[in-house]
């Protein structure tokens, strides 16, 4: 994720993501996703925090269609093995991300909460 965490996506719409890369016995958060993708994903952004774009599509070299939110329920937080998280409860975490092209293993964006700059990288464990 660019702060040497990993976050894992499942085909069934599940996730982990670990403090640490490829310590999978670390604390970590657990829960569903959603992506969002292409003009509704602009059409949230916009609402959020002003999307520009003319400037996205000049300067990136991507187009809208590229564009991702990527939205992480996180329903379980794991520290030391227990989860911490208060039964029922729940926080967000919304990705903006966006591919180069739609061959790239690389997505780029940032938190839309913190603004923190986010890369990620594909990996098939298999």
Known sequence: MGDYSELQLDDDGSFKWWQQENDYESNHYAGQYKVIRGELAVDILDALVGFDREGFEKHSGA???DVHILVLFNEQWIIDGENVMIPGETSETALYIYFEDEQSDVAVGANVQTFNNVH???VNRD
Do not use: E, V
Request: proline share 0%; hydrophobic share 50%; aromatic share 0%.
């Open 63 to 65: 187009i809208i269609d």
């Open 120 to 122: 990620l990288t594909k």
